[in-house]
């Protein structure tokens, strides 16, 4: 028996030691809230963001880099990993698409996706449209597909600017099929919609080439061109691909794949 101070010291630490609060996971629950620290969490794409991703998919054409490839990325892990995790993951498949172009002497040019099912957010993937010169596109195809040794985490094959009509004169497209996550698209602009879940941060991207800033900029510098009689100038040539599709797409897609 310990009496005293000492006692009362021991007695104090032993107390103040085994009680201490367990450490708070910031993610519990997650796909229920609406924003975590500075980051929201969204369940769809608005129409203003649809209608981001078709300008920058045309401004694309417009300045000689029209996306081409079509890659979709599904790490086998993905239900695996926090939502700040996959941010990461997403950040480094981006990051290695563009090292791919500097190493090839070509502007990165992408537009992209994430999606997920709905109310779980389980299985989330993501969808690159991407620029690649034809003459590097065998290569390019190659390259990543071995990033994860030709399994089916990553599914690479062409698109084009192929638009069609759905039943209610709607446009379908490779960029509609991306962008397919938005009720408010669905509604004003008769896209063919298909509900997802929640992202937790950005839930679609550009390359700085096709922001709205480079859009404008872009558009004021060739409006000076054509008031000054100017040939236009575009980067690359525009080459037609098969349809993009992949194993999730809808079946008119399916068996058009490059």
């Not at 107390?15 to 929201?40: C, E, L, M, Q, V």
């Not at 590097?136 to 599914?155: T, Y």
């Not at 349809?243 to 058009?256: C, G, K, L, M």
Request: charged share 30%; with cysteine.
């Amino acid at each position: 028996m310990v009496s005293g101070a000492a006692g009362v010291m021991q007695e104090l630490e032993r107390g103040s030691g085994t009680h201490r609060p367990a450490k708070r996971d910031r993610f519990a629950n997650w796909t229920k809230k609406t924003k975590i620290g500075r980051r929201s969490i969204t369940r769809q794409l608005t129409l203003r963001q649809v209608t981001d991703l078709k300008s920058a998919w045309h401004h694309a054409k417009t300045i000689g880099q029209p996306v081409n490839r079509f890659i979709t990325f599904r790490p086998k892990d993905i239900n695996d990993q926090d939502p700040e995790q996959r941010i990461k993951t997403w950040w480094s498949w981006r990051n290695k698409l563009a090292q791919f172009a500097r190493d090839n002497g070509f502007d990165f040019t992408c537009l992209w996706t994430r999606e997920s099912k709905r109310e779980t957010a389980k299985d989330e993937h993501l969808h690159v449209l991407m620029h690649v010169p034809p003459p590097l596109q065998k290569r390019f195809d190659k390259v990543v597909r071995a990033w994860c040794n030709g399994s089916e985490e990553i599914d690479v094959r062409g698109c084009t600017y192929r638009i069609r009509r759905n039943e209610k004169g709607g446009e379908e497209s490779v960029l509609t099929y991306i962008a397919k996550n938005s009720p408010q698209a669905g509604r004003y602009l008769n896209h063919t919609i298909q509900y997802g879940g929640p992202i937790f941060g950005r839930r679609y991207g550009l390359s700085t080439n096709l922001t709205a800033r480079a859009r404008s900029r872009d558009e004021v510098q060739g409006g000076l061109r054509r008031d000054l009689r100017l040939p236009s100038i575009q980067v690359g040539v525009s080459t037609a691909v098969p349809v993009a599709a992949n194993e999730d797409a809808p079946s008119r897609y399916r068996n058009q794949a490059a």
